[in-house]
């Protein structure tokens, strides 16, 4: 429970909010399924090919991998990956470093597609997008895998293991959109592990969702070949990528990857005309450097504009970096206010429920137009994009 306010011992409608924030955790795939732990069935960790796997059914492994177009022969049964900038080269047998995509015979497979491992319906804040429909519901969905192999992975558990390791779920994206629609949600997210390496049914979904008016939502690191990436853009209704820091070696380090492509792919969604936010988690003595961060920021502001979300996230001790502590508010305070002076618009505070920085002003009459605490909108004052006091439209995708 939350601590009393002094003086009067009571609880105010705040510190309620604060305590469901906190107490209620993620909705499991079997929950969202409505199925039981029970219900899970083992087996062996490398399954059998499965000609008809039931839809909702779970196992350990995958279902009926499927070619993908993202690969390129390159001699002696090889074949190269093109999806993301690590262009993993397999041999026959081999897996790539996301380890969901495979070398069979010389035909690259996808080992993720119709096999979501996490499927849950979350606010629309949580994704985190803040100038999409405030206060809807998305369903959100993930695969294992991931391509980067960040120090600071959140989801290391589902991120960073193979299919053999987890339980996942048959839901092809038929499935996936009847699911969407009996739970009523406005969106599909693709978030909380990797979208990039279940790319393929990534793809197939968003074009269904987008024929039975569904949006399609994808929160990424952002680690993708501009190929594949245009191919999808028209079918992705807004992105938030994840801008982990603004020094190459610190993305050689501690990410796995490089800078150079993020920054490519956030210029792509530019272009592609995708509503796009940032997260950019502000990690202690790792990259809360201030100069550096205030590069990070004119960078936006002159090759996306002043008018692009950006969300600071605060960092909590976990998976390689536990031995740091909490990220200051004060941390977040400057930089929030380095961000504001160098002239971006829509500056965010996240995971310090309460903080004023959840909320949207109006860029031009100063009000409160959206107020948040956590995933919860508590005051929306805006008409059809546009700023209720002034008139001023707001960027962003709000019907």
């Not at 990956?81 to 080269?89: G, W």
């Not at 629309?124 to 519901?137: D, G, N």
């Not at 009459?365 to 909108?377: H, P």
Request: aromatic share 8%; glycine share 8%.
């Amino acid at each position: 429970m939350p601590d009393k306010k002094p003086g009067n011992g009571k609880l105010t409608r705040r510190d309620l909010l604060k305590a469901a924030l906190f107490g209620a955790g993620s909705i499991t795939l079997g929950s969202a399924l409505g199925c039981s732990p029970e219900a899970l069935e083992e087996v062996p960790s490398t399954p059998p090919d499965v000609s008809q796997p039931i839809p909702g059914a779970s196992q350990r492994g995958w279902y009926q991998p499927k070619p993908s177009i993202w690969f390129e022969e390159i001699g002696n049964n090889t074949v190269r990956c093109m999806l993301c900038p690590q262009a993993c080269e397999l041999e026959d047998g081999e897996r790539s470093l996301c380890r969901v995509r495979e070398n069979r015979d010389g035909v690259g497979y996808t080992l993720s597609h119709g096999n979501p491992t996490l499927v849950q319906e979350d606010p629309i804040e949580r994704a985190p997008f803040y100038h999409v429909m405030p206060a809807s519901r998305v369903l959100s969905l993930s695969t294992v895998g991931c391509n980067l192999a960040c120090h600071f992975c959140e989801v290391w558990d589902m991120a960073l293991v193979a299919p053999e390791e987890v339980h996942a779920y048959h839901m092809p994206p038929e499935e996936i959109i009847a699911h969407a629609q009996a739970a009523g949600v406005s969106a599909i997210g693709y978030a909380f592990g990797e979208p990039v390496v279940f790319y393929e049914y990534m793809l197939d979904i968003a074009r269904l969702a987008h024929q039975n008016g569904l949006l399609n939502l994808v929160h990424s690191a952002g680690y993708i070949e501009p190929e594949p990436l245009r191919a999808l853009c028209p079918y992705i209704d807004a992105a938030n990528i994840d801008l982990k820091g603004f020094e190459p070696a610190f993305y050689r380090d501690l990410v796995g990857g490089e800078l150079d492509p993020v920054l490519r792919t956030l210029e792509i969604l530019q272009e592609e005309d995708v509503h796009t936010e940032i997260t950019h988690l502000v990690i202690p003595t790792i990259n809360d450097d201030r100069d550096v961060f205030r590069e990070m920021c004119n960078w936006i502001l002159d090759t996306l504009g002043p008018d692009i979300p950006l969300h600071l996230s605060r960092f909590y001790p976990l998976y390689k970096l536990s031995a740091l502590p909490r990220t200051p508010v004060s941390t977040l305070d400057e930089t929030r206010q380095i961000a504001q002076d160098v002239g971006l618009k829509f500056v965010y505070v996240a995971k310090v429920v309460g903080h004023e920085g959840e909320n949207t002003f109006c860029p031009n009459c100063g009000e409160e137009i959206i107020r948040r605490l956590g995933f919860v909108v508590d005051v929306l004052e805006m008409v059809d994009g546009q700023c209720q006091f002034c008139g001023t439209a707001i960027p962003g995708k709000w019907a």
